[in-house]
C-alpha cells in the first residue's frame, strides 16, 4: 500500500509505503531502502524504534519524510506516539503533536 507521495524543494522526491506487515514505513532509493520502523508495545500505543536512510542519502530530508509519514499514521490510527528512535525524538522535540 502506497502511504504518502512526498516532494519538498530541499528532500528527494519519494513514495513512502507502510509496510504493516514488517511494522515499517519504506522508501526505496535508488537499489537500497529506507526506513522507519516501529513496534506496537500496547494498545493504543506505537513506538517509533529505529530509522535509516542509505549513506548515500543521507542529508536529503528523507528521515524527516518517513517521520511525518508515521506520525501521520499514528493520528489518523487516534494512537500515543512513543519514540525510541533517537532520530523521531530530536523531530518531535522541534515539531510537537496536538
Given at each position: ?12 522526491e519519494l513514495h513512502i509505503i507502510h509496510e504493516e506487515k514488517y511494522q ?75
Amino acid at each position: 500500500m502506497i502511504y504518502k507521495y512526498i516532494k519538498t524543494q530541499e528532500a528527494m522526491e519519494l513514495h513512502i509505503i507502510h509496510e504493516e506487515k514488517y511494522q515499517q514505513f519504506t522508501a526505496k532509493i535508488g537499489d537500497d531502502e529506507a526506513e522507519l520502523a516501529y513496534a506496537l508495545p500496547e494498545e493504543g500505543v506505537i513506538d517509533f524504534t529505529h530509522t535509516y536512510v542509505p549513506e548515500n542519502a543521507r542529508g536529503k530530508g528523507i528521515v524527516t519524510q518517513l517521520i511525518e509519514a508515521g506520525l501521520a499514521y499514528a493520528q489518523q490510527q487516534h494512537l500515543k506516539v512513543k519514540a525510541s528512535c533517537p532520530a523521531v525524538t530530536k523531530y518531535l522535540k522541534s515539531h510537537p503533536q496536538p
